[in-house]
């Protein structure tokens, strides 16, 4: 059933030939049935794997939020047999590393060791994910720990204009959850609550595996059905509406005591799938997406000082999809800063991209590619995207060439319909100048 | 766990912060239970610039590294930020490619770049296809001694360097109180000053003071090329020589720092503030390094940090976290890297409730049973052990290599501390582990420091 797929990388280079390296990415099938893609690399004694299921904090019950990030905080403090300090000490003792986290749509979950370890390890993932213990201590220790983080965050303006702007834009919606929860909810979460977690949650159906290092393709299909061949066929079911963002141009405004406000803003965005993606994806590296060089770090840092970075990032979700930015600005410089990112996105919006910037957007996208190819567990969580955004196992060779694909008059027309600088909404979190709330 | 899904880190170009809170981790990452860590292959080019090479053929692409050996602790007296403050203005422009034209060539060729400042180094950096590296190795020579400034380019990025402190410790209550304990901790070392520099002299850094600091420190003889990747000395030594085997040496100066009196009196450090939420407390000592003061304790002290205090297995987090339930988190840190002296922290926050006599008591007994009685032979095993493991770790990543031997060569090591690094740590005996405790924990060089709200009783 593996079906093999050379990736050269140099093919995508901007030119010239170099040694050809292949990464082939292989189509693993396991004898129940389940599919992981995998890279072997056998120049060191190192396996990763990254894995993840669908379905994430935006799912937790109302009253009960927080569960998947408190989920993600425990079962790898005691399972099966052993309890947190054996489970933690082997681990340690083995050098295994393995954590897991907990995002809006998905469960993750990161396994590294050394090949001398792998028995131990894939036996402790399997452990974590389907035995999990939640023991009293461990539970009361770390719903500590996130209360500290929660007390913590609650002064922090990166936090808290992240925590406003999703509850702001999606009221009604679950996304407008706080995803670590609140002192109340995460105080209410039962050992309970978290093995219905994960029995619900943890799945076949909503699994995704990436797999890289001194792995082979044969002992790889055994070792999916030793670790995951234990988990139910189906997870619980689970719907979620598509959600609306409210974007109306409102500069939300929280006061918080700190010389430098944190103001973040989104619009529209487009979703993974959308056939406009890579068009939104060029515009958006010239708009603020290139590391020193967008048009938002060269007007906001470069020529005016306004903030130390200023950048915008396509962040489509499973259920909605934005454009969202940010820069940390003085606060009396706050009112200056959003009128330049403003004039920047009409800017763009009235008239788009000249052809050289198209094309410098594009040899930087495309010879910047392979540089993402950097270590093992790059890789792994490379391959774990595809799978999740149903790319396909060839991807990584085809994904220049959507890149190359986009003309002047694609990017100019996807400004036009999709840049709205009025419906650009602020949240904006500090003590700035000038603006009152709902400005 | 301490994720959230709404966050995005904000880029930038200068990762202090790594190279802050970082160092003592990389250490760890440089160990390996064979002969050697990263195998590099080294040369010198006729004027003094040392170049490094580890070939890693994953991929057709390359790390090119310079890094210098100057940073904040080599600053003169008023003039702190300056090293940090050039850094930025690196890339704004030479004759040959002015206007920031360094960026917008890489970027256009594929390629990502940022730059550090720390107390003992600067560095830049470019990740490229190997077959751009003649490119970038052709900018990064030239702007090492090229480099021109106009008052408004300074006064420009003099706001965003204000930006950047204010984000990375203004806005943050924790780092304001790292900033008292540093200069509390160092009398003399100008370890005592922010990397970032004090915002009144940041104001007041003027062209001259920054020109001076880099014709002063800027030349090959003070630079070290690290390139990692898809290539080998032999193909880069020509690559080497033409591009900066040219630049004439320069008379930099030695780095004559201040360095330590003795200490006689332990200092307290409170630092209250209304955002801070969660309290906290640690004990911060003067400590050897590998290169200052009783450089023979280093390898001993890390496996202490470790054993005492370096996860949740760990003597501290178990006593305290775990069993007694008097703390959130705790544990120890220990940073041998510097070329000059180093620290040795130990750390714990409370549960709520719990006072916080209760809490220094607690640790302190741990502090005094090693002292006492050492580590265990288990322990010392497991710590071993697990360092040997990450060293194995370390030489996955294309970028931790050249990171690592460049903060090494710049702090005072060579090539061979770096690639024996596993052995001495498996060297390293229960009794000099239980020495090294004895060592460090004298509370006359030490600084106890908390952070607590302004709002909130705390005790």
Same mark, same amino acid.
């Given at each position: 059933?593996?079906?093999?797929?050379?990736?050269?990388?140099?093919?995508?280079?901007?030119?010239?030939?170099?040694?050809?390296?292949?990464?082939?990415?292989?189509?693993? $099938?396991?004898?129940?049935?389940?599919?992981?893609?995998?890279?072997?690399?056998?120049?060191?004694?190192?396996?990763?794997?990254?894995?993840?299921?669908?379905?994430?904090?935006?799912?937790?019950?109302?009253?009960?939020?927080?569960?998947?990030?408190?989920?993600?905080?425990?079962?790898?403090?005691?399972?099966?047999?052993?309890?947190?300090?054996?489970?933690?000490?082997?681990?340690?003792?083995?050098?295994?590393?393995?954590?897991?986290?907990?995002?809006?749509?998905?469960?993750?979950?990161?396994?590294?060791?050394?090949?001398?370890?792998?028995?131990?390890?894939?036996?402790?993932?399997?452990?974590?994910?389907?035995?999990?213990?939640?023991?009293?201590?461990?539970?009361?220790?770390?719903?500590?720990?996130?209360?500290?983080?929660?007390?913590?965050? %609650?002064?922090?303006?990166?936090?808290?204009?992240?925590?406003?702007?999703?509850?702001?834009?999606?009221?009604?919606?679950?996304?407008?959850?706080?995803?670590?929860?609140?002192?109340?909810?995460?105080?209410?979460?039962?050992?309970?609550?978290?093995?219905?977690?994960?029995?619900?949650?943890?799945? /076949?159906?909503?699994?995704?595996?990436?797999?890289?290092?001194?792995?082979?393709?044969?002992?790889?299909?055994?070792?999916?059905?030793?670790?995951?061949?234990?988990?139910?066929?189906?997870?619980?079911?689970?719907?979620?509406?598509?959600?609306?963002? %409210?974007?109306?141009?409102?500069?939300?405004?929280?006061?918080?005591?700190?010389?430098?406000?944190?103001?973040?803003?989104?619009?529209?965005?487009?979703? /993974?799938?959308?056939?406009?993606?890579?068009?939104?994806?060029?515009?958006?590296?010239?708009?603020?997406?290139?590391?020193?060089?967008?048009?938002?770090?060269?007007? &906001?840092?470069?020529?005016?000082?306004?903030?130390?970075?200023?950048? %915008?990032?396509?962040?489509?979700?499973?259920?909605?999809?934005?454009?969202?930015?940010?820069?940390?600005?003085?606060?009396?410089? $706050?009112?200056?800063?959003?009128?330049?990112?403003?004039?920047?996105?009409?800017?763009?919006? %009235?008239?788009?991209?000249?052809?050289?910037?198209?094309?410098?957007?594009?040899?930087?996208?495309?010879?910047?590619?392979?540089?993402?190819?950097?270590?093992?567990?790059?890789?792994?969580?490379?391959?774990?995207?595809?799978?999740?955004?149903?790319?396909?196992?060839?991807?990584?060779?085809? /994904?220049?060439?959507?890149?190359?694909? &986009?003309?002047?008059?694609?990017?100019? /027309?996807?400004?036009?319909?999709?840049?709205?600088?009025?419906?650009?909404?602020?949240?904006?979190?500090?003590?700035?100048?000038?603006?009152?709330?709902?400005? | 766990?301490?994720?959230?899904?709404?966050?995005?880190?904000?880029? =930038?170009?200068?990762?202090?912060?790594?190279?802050?809170?970082?160092?003592?981790?990389?250490?760890?990452?440089? @160990?390996?239970?064979?002969? !050697?860590?990263?195998?590099?292959?080294?040369?010198?080019?006729?004027?003094?610039?040392?170049?490094?090479?580890?070939?890693?053929?994953?991929?057709?692409?390359?790390?090119?590294?310079?890094?210098?050996?100057?940073?904040?602790?080599?600053?003169?007296?008023?003039?702190?930020?300056?090293?940090?403050?050039?850094?930025?203005?690196?890339?704004?422009? !030479?004759?040959?490619? #002015?206007?920031?034209?360094?960026?917008?060539?890489?970027?256009?060729?594929?390629?990502?770049?940022?730059?550090?400042?720390?107390?003992?180094?600067?560095?830049?950096? @470019?990740?490229?296809?190997?077959?751009?590296?003649?490119?970038?190795?052709?900018?990064?020579?030239?702007?090492?001694?090229?480099?021109?400034?106009?008052?408004?380019?300074?006064?420009?990025?003099?706001?965003?360097?204000?930006?950047?402190?204010?984000?990375?410790?203004?806005?943050?209550?924790?780092?304001?109180?790292?900033?008292?304990?540093?200069?509390?901790?160092?009398?003399?070392?100008?370890?005592?000053?922010?990397?970032?520099?004090?915002?009144?002299?940041?104001?007041?850094?003027?062209?001259?003071?920054?020109?001076?600091?880099?014709?002063?420190?800027?030349?090959?003889?003070?630079?070290?090329?690290?390139?990692?990747?898809?290539?080998?000395?032999?193909?880069?030594?020509?690559?080497?020589?033409?591009?900066?085997?040219?630049? #004439?040496?320069?008379?930099?100066?030695?780095?004559?720092?201040? +360095?330590?009196?003795?200490?006689?009196?332990?200092?307290?450090?409170?630092?209250?503030?209304?955002?801070?939420? @969660?309290?906290?407390?640690?004990?911060?000592?003067?400590?050897?390094?590998?290169?200052?003061?009783? !450089?023979?304790?280093?390898?001993?002290?890390?496996?202490?940090?470790?054993?005492? =205090?370096?996860?949740?297995?760990?003597?501290?987090?178990?006593?305290?976290?775990?069993?007694?339930?008097?703390?959130?988190?705790?544990?120890?840190?220990?940073?041998?890297?510097?070329? =000059? #002296?180093?620290?040795?922290?130990?750390?714990?926050?409370?549960?709520? =409730?719990?006072?916080?006599?209760?809490?220094?008591?607690?640790?302190?007994?741990?502090?005094?049973?090693?002292?006492?009685?050492?580590?265990?032979?288990?322990?010392?095993?497991?710590?071993?052990?697990?360092?040997?493991?990450?060293?194995?770790?370390?030489?996955?990543?294309?970028? !931790?290599?050249?990171?690592?031997?460049?903060?090494?060569? +710049?702090?005072?090591?060579?090539?061979?501390?770096?690639?024996?690094?596993?052995?001495?740590?498996? @060297?390293?005996?229960?009794?000099?582990?239980?020495?090294?405790?004895?060592?460090?924990?004298?509370?006359?060089?030490?600084?106890?420091?908390?952070?607590?709200?302004?709002?909130?009783?705390?005790?």
């Amino acid at each position: 059933m593996n079906r093999l797929f050379a990736f050269i990388l140099t093919a995508m280079l901007i030119s010239n030939a170099t040694p050809a390296k292949a990464v082939e990415v292989q189509e693993i $099938v396991s004898p129940t049935g389940i599919k992981a893609l995998l890279v072997e690399d056998h120049a060191n004694p190192i396996i990763a794997f990254r894995i993840a299921f669908r379905g994430g904090s935006a799912l937790d019950p109302d009253g009960v939020e927080g569960l998947a990030n408190m989920v993600s905080g425990l079962i790898d403090e005691g399972a099966g047999d052993m309890d947190s300090q054996a489970f933690q000490g082997q681990l340690e003792d083995l050098s295994i590393r393995l954590s897991f986290s907990s995002g809006m749509d998905t469960f993750r979950g990161t396994l590294t060791t050394l090949s001398q370890n792998k028995a131990e390890a894939f036996q402790m993932l399997r452990l974590a994910l389907t035995e999990p213990r939640f023991d009293d201590e461990p539970v009361e220790r770390i719903r500590s720990q996130i209360l500290a983080n929660l007390r913590q965050k %609650s002064q922090d303006p990166d936090s808290i204009a992240g925590e406003a702007l999703f509850r702001k834009l999606f009221t009604g919606h679950a996304y407008a959850k706080a995803s670590d929860g609140t002192t109340e909810s995460v105080s209410a979460i039962t050992a309970g609550a978290m093995r219905d977690f994960v029995s619900r949650r943890f799945a /076949r159906n909503n699994l995704y595996i990436g797999v890289t290092g001194d792995i082979t393709a044969s002992e790889l299909k055994q070792v999916l059905d030793d670790i995951f061949g234990g988990l139910p066929e189906q997870s619980g079911a689970w719907a979620l509406p598509q959600a609306d963002a %409210s974007l109306d141009g409102t500069v939300y405004v929280t006061d918080l005591a700190v010389p430098q406000s944190a103001v973040i803003f989104a619009q529209q965005g487009l979703d /993974r799938a959308h056939p406009d993606f890579y068009a939104a994806y060029v515009l958006n590296y010239v708009l603020g997406g290139g590391g020193l060089t967008s048009r938002l770090y060269n007007e &906001v840092r470069e020529k005016r000082g306004l903030a130390y970075s200023a950048y %915008s990032y396509l962040s489509p979700y499973d259920h909605a999809a934005l454009i969202v930015g940010g820069a940390g600005t003085a606060n009396e410089r $706050v009112p200056e800063t959003i009128s330049v990112i403003r004039d920047q996105w009409r800017l763009a919006a %009235s008239n788009g991209l000249s052809t050289t910037e198209l094309e410098n957007a594009k040899t930087y996208l495309t010879g910047s590619y392979p540089l993402r190819f950097s270590s093992n567990g790059a890789i792994a969580n490379m391959l774990l995207g595809i799978q999740m955004e149903d790319l396909g196992s060839t991807y990584f060779e085809r /994904r220049n060439s959507y890149i190359e694909q &986009v003309t002047l008059a694609d990017v100019n /027309r996807v400004a036009r319909q999709l840049l709205n600088p009025d419906s650009l909404t602020f949240v904006v979190v500090g003590q700035p100048a000038g603006l009152d709330d709902s400005q | 766990m301490w994720k959230s899904a709404h966050q995005k880190i904000a880029r =930038g170009r200068n990762l202090i912060g790594f190279v802050l809170g970082v160092i003592a981790g990389l250490v760890l990452f440089t @160990q390996t239970a064979s002969a !050697t860590v990263f195998s590099p292959e080294t040369f010198m080019l006729d004027n003094g610039m040392q170049v490094v090479v580890v070939s890693n053929p994953r991929v057709p692409v390359v790390t090119h590294m310079v890094w210098y050996k100057v940073g904040a602790a080599d600053e003169g007296p008023g003039e702190s930020g300056v090293a940090h403050f050039l850094e930025h203005l690196m890339f704004k422009g !030479t004759p040959s490619y #002015p206007n920031g034209e360094f960026s917008k060539i890489l970027a256009r060729n594929g390629g990502q770049e940022n730059a550090f400042t720390s107390y003992d180094y600067t560095g830049y950096f @470019q990740t490229v296809a190997r077959d751009r590296l003649e490119l970038v190795m052709g900018m990064e020579a030239d702007r090492m001694t090229n480099l021109v400034l106009s008052s408004e380019d300074i006064d420009t990025e003099r706001l965003v360097v204000l930006e950047e402190r204010r984000s990375r410790t203004d806005n943050n209550p924790s780092a304001l109180l790292r900033e008292q304990v540093n200069a509390a901790l160092f009398l003399n070392h100008p370890y005592r000053r922010p990397i970032i520099g004090w915002e009144h002299e940041i104001q007041q850094l003027d062209q001259d003071a920054i020109i001076g600091f880099y014709r002063r420190w800027y030349a090959p003889n003070n630079a070290i090329l690290i390139v990692a990747g898809d290539i080998s000395a032999a193909e880069l030594q020509p690559l080497a020589e033409q591009y900066y085997g040219t630049i #004439p040496v320069a008379a930099t100066p030695a780095r004559a720092r201040p +360095t330590e009196p003795p200490h006689r009196a332990e200092r307290y450090v409170t630092y209250r503030d209304a955002r801070v939420r @969660q309290p906290s407390w640690q004990q911060v000592y003067l400590a050897p390094s590998y290169v200052t003061g009783d !450089t023979s304790q280093a390898y001993p002290l890390e496996i202490l940090a470790d054993v005492l =205090g370096g996860g949740a297995t760990s003597r501290l987090y178990r006593s305290l976290v775990i069993e007694q339930k008097l703390a959130i988190s705790a544990g120890a840190y220990y940073d041998p890297g510097n070329l =000059g #002296p180093g620290r040795f922290s130990v750390y714990a926050s409370p549960q709520p =409730g719990v006072e916080f006599a209760t809490l220094i008591a607690a640790v302190e007994a741990e502090v005094s049973k090693v002292i006492d009685q050492g580590i265990s032979e288990d322990e010392l095993s497991r710590s071993v052990r697990s360092m040997m493991a990450s060293a194995i770790y370390a030489r996955d990543s294309l970028s !931790t290599a050249p990171r690592v031997l460049g903060a090494a060569l +710049t702090s005072g090591q060579t090539i061979e501390d770096v690639e024996s690094w596993p052995d001495r740590i498996a @060297q390293v005996a229960l009794a000099d582990v239980q020495k090294a405790a004895g060592f460090v924990f004298n509370k006359n060089n030490s600084v106890s420091a908390k952070l607590l709200s302004s709002e909130l009783p705390n005790e």
